[in-house]
């Protein structure tokens, strides 16, 4: 059973930098594509980014991009998402899960078959 647990989450102004990371145990995660997904209060879950196994290739959000870096290292079982540049709209809890099911850069929360627990994100002043 793939545990998944995310940290890193906090209080940031507008502006500020934070990285989440992701570990994994239970199981690799090394053969699978990994993503990252957000639920704001009130809003659906919806798709930030995607990684394939090796991290060669990632895939962002168009509200993340430019803003937002998605990352792994797979010695340690470990995605991380990079948020710089963060904005209040930026608010919500952020999840990572395993890509067990879907293309690569599947952004259908069904095609995820381990998620973490999340880690609370807020951007204010």
């Known amino acids: 059973q793939v545990r998944l647990v995310e940290s890193g989450g906090g209080l940031v102004q507008p502006g500020g930098s934070l990285r989440l990371s992701c570990a994994a145990s239970g199981g690799p995660i090394r053969g699978y594509p990994m993503g990252w997904f957000r639920q704001a209060p009130g809003k659906e879950r919806e798709w930030v980014a995607s990684i394939t196994l090796s991290g060669g290739a990632t895939y962002h959000a168009d509200s993340v991009k430019g803003r937002f870096t998605i990352s792994r290292d797979n010695t340690i079982n470990t995605v991380y998402l990079q948020m710089n540049l963060l904005k209040p709209e930026d608010t919500a809890i952020y999840y990572c899960?395993?890509?067990?099911?879907?293309?690569?850069?599947?952004?259908?929360?069904?095609?995820?078959?381990?998620w973490g627990q999340g880690t609370q994100v807020t951007v204010s002043s």
């Open positions: 899960a395993r890509n067990g099911r879907g293309p690569v850069a599947s952004q259908i929360r069904q095609d995820y078959d381990y």
